[in-house]
């Protein structure tokens, strides 16, 4: 029944040590959103691909990326993971064109990322 | 800067007691407003929503908000809380004519048995 998934759970990386986290739904929504959500504080939108359509927040730095490669799946790859990148990265996907604008992001159970 | 606003950084109460944390936007317009609640070890649920209607809102667990248009205030309560409401809570907006989500700082809640 899981709808949005996230793989893993729990990553441990190395500083400077590129790493991939995923994110699958079965939704079928075309809009997949990436978060940032560090302890005590606010998820923080990083980008979300509308479609194919990658849409970058002015303030995500350059090490964070993303792939889209399907409908149901989306990528963040940290290019040279920092102590400061340590949180818990969620996914969520919606629709707004289906749910014209009465829309709910649906959010997965994220994944910790420790860096070392 | 547009943004949304919680007023509690951590609420502390026994069972039984009633909740109310406190929600304010600064965006104008038309706006869709979400509560989510996050328990501990677990990923954001949605706890209730409002797009237009009726200003109060029922939501799960008995939780219900209420939008004031005049004050931009969305207010989550709950009469009776019980142990098992200790997460954090995260008031939500979405702006007229967008999509994406902009999230108050969160409300952490310790219901104390």
């Known amino acids: 029944d899981a709808m949005v998934i996230q793989n893993p759970r729990y990553q441990v990386t190395q500083f400077g040590k590129p790493v991939t986290l995923s994110c699958s739904q079965t939704?079928?929504?075309?809009?997949m959103y990436w978060y940032q959500q560090k302890s005590s504080q606010a998820p923080k939108l990083l980008f979300h691909?509308?479609?194919?359509?990658?849409?970058n927040e002015a303030d995500t730095p350059d090490n964070f990326q993303s792939r889209r490669p399907n409908t149901s799946f989306c990528f963040l790859d940290i290019r040279s993971p920092g102590l400061g990148d340590a949180a818990m990265y969620l996914c969520?996907?919606?629709?707004?064109?289906?749910?014209?604008?009465?829309?709910?992001?649906?959010f997965g159970p994220g994944t910790r990322l420790l860096v070392l | 800067a547009q943004s949304v606003s919680q007023h509690n950084h951590h609420v502390i109460l026994s069972e039984a007691a009633s909740l109310e944390l406190g929600c304010n936007y600064s965006?104008?317009?038309?706006?869709?407003l979400f509560w989510y609640v996050q328990y501990p070890g677990q990923h954001l649920q949605l706890l209730l929503k409002?797009?237009?209607?009726?200003?109060l809102v029922k939501g799960i667990k008995g939780f219900e908000a209420e939008f004031i248009k005049s004050k931009f205030s969305f207010n989550l309560r709950k009469p009776s809380v019980q142990w098992s409401d200790t997460a954090e809570y995260f008031c939500?907006?979405?702006?007229?004519?967008?999509?994406?989500?902009?999230f108050g700082a969160g409300t952490t809640v310790t219901v104390r048995a």
């Open positions: 409002y797009f237009s209607g009726d200003p």
């Open positions: 969520a996907t919606s629709s707004p064109e289906a749910s014209g604008r009465r829309e709910t992001q649906y």
């Open positions: 939704l079928n929504h075309n809009v």
């Open positions: 691909y509308y479609d194919k359509d990658f849409n």
């Open positions: 965006y104008g317009g038309t706006v869709n």
């Open positions: 939500a907006v979405m702006p007229p004519n967008d999509y994406k989500l902009s």
